[in-house]
Each structure stands twice: as C-alpha cells, then as structure tokens.
C-alpha cells in the first residue's frame, strides 16, 4: 500500500507570497495518477492538479504541480486571500495524503 | 451544470445502518464511475467505494470492506451507499464525488456538498 506524506503540516505565509508544497509517496507514483485538491472550510474539495502537472478546469495559472517517481510539488507563484486553505495530494488508488494548512501570517 | 446532492445521512447507534443516496443532474450519469469519499470532523480525506459506469465494478477501502454496500441506479441518475454494522470510526461527512473516466481513474472533477453520518449511543 502507497502511502502519501505531505509537508509541511502547516505554511504560514503573506498575500503575494510563494508557497511550495510537498507530497512524497513511500513507493514510486505513476505521475499520471496524482492529482492535488484544495479544500477551504465548509466547503468540499476542488480538483486544482491532475496527472501531476495539468490544471483542471477553470484553475488559475499561479497554480502549478511537477514531480515524478516519489517526489511531487504543488507550487502557488503568488498567493491571493482565496488561496488560504488546506491542501491535499492523492494518487490513484484513491489514497490521499494527510493535508497541508496553507495560513496567512 | 454538474450538481451532486447526498442525503441521508443522520445518527445512529453503533451496530445499525444506515443508506446514503446521491442524486446526480448535469452530465451523462452512466458515462462516469462515481465514488464516496468521507471526512471525519477536523481530519482528512479518505476514499471509501467506487462503482464503475455501468455498475459492475465496484471497490472497497480495507476500512469499510464487507460492511458496505456501493450501487447505482442508472436510470435515476442516482448513487448509493449503504451502511451496516456502523461504527463510532465511521462518523465523518460523507461526499460523493464523480471521476473522469467510465471505468474509475480516482481523479474526482466533481464532489457534492456531503451528508454527515454520525455513529454515537
């Protein structure tokens, strides 16, 4: 069973501010099953990344993932207030990683 | 428009069941495997079940295996889960969530709003 980590738990950061997040698997991860979700409170998770580095659907260009094998990033160029929100990375068995809380500072 | 609206969800006493229903309106519903995914409070996600489009494929998290039951009803453009020997674990917010693909490719495009389930005596 593929296990997904996600760090760091929590980013504390600025409007206009980079955020890179980080998703390793414990096993090599076919990088077209991997797909990155925002969730903001109260609301049900959003499609943001799929296939590791394609954007879905009406998902801004600050938004972007890559990696391969183990090793996957979600980066967000520059924060917007809406961006403040918890993070999840998922492959394909389902499984998703435990979340990462991106804060204002 | 893609609208994904649970219902049935309540409280129940551990050891009872409980069926959680989908009602699916936008898309073509026999096209897309559909899946539940649950959250319980204050934690993450976890998958629980996926149906394939035409119903004869479906797949179980270890967690619910033998206890769950996934369905769908094609022409009521309706997903099912139904729930027997709960559990206080099995308390979360339950959404259903449509893949991309007939067959199920675990990429989730659209999700509902949920149905909290809470398992308590």
């Known amino acids: 069973e593929i296990v997904l980590t996600q760090s760091p738990g929590t980013l504390s950061l600025s409007p206009g501010e980079r955020a890179t997040l980080s998703c390793r698997a414990s096993?090599?991860?076919?990088?077209?099953?991997l797909a990155w979700y925002q969730q903001k409170p109260g609301q049900a998770p959003r499609l943001l990344i799929y296939g590791a580095s394609s954007r879905a659907t009406g998902i801004p260009d600050r938004f972007s993932g890559s990696g391969s094998g183990t090793d996957f990033t979600l980066t967000i160029s520059r924060l917007e207030p809406e961006d403040f929100a918890v993070y999840y990375c998922?492959?394909?068995?389902?499984?998703f990683g435990q979340g990462t809380k991106v804060e204002i500072k | 428009e893609v609208q994904l609206v649970e219902s049935g969800g309540g409280v129940v006493q551990p050891g009872g069941s409980l069926r959680l229903s989908c009602a699916a309106s936008g898309f073509t519903f026999d096209d897309y495997a559909m899946h539940w995914v649950r959250q319980a409070p204050g934690k993450g996600l976890e998958w629980v079940s996926l149906?394939?489009?035409?119903?004869?494929?479906?797949y179980y998290a270890d967690s619910v295996k033998g206890r769950f039951t996934i369905s769908r009803d094609n022409s009521k453009n309706s997903l099912y889960l139904q729930m027997n020997s709960l559990r206080t674990e099995d308390t979360a917010l339950y959404y259903c969530?449509?893949?991309?693909?007939?067959?199920?490719?675990?990429?989730?495009?659209?999700w509902g709003q949920g149905t909290l389930v809470t398992v308590s005596s």
């Open positions: 969530a449509k893949d991309t693909y007939v067959w199920g490719s675990y990429r989730f495009d659209y």
């Open positions: 149906i394939s489009g035409d119903g004869g494929s479906t």
């Open positions: 998922q492959q394909y068995n389902g499984a």
């Open positions: 096993q090599s991860v076919s990088s077209s099953y």
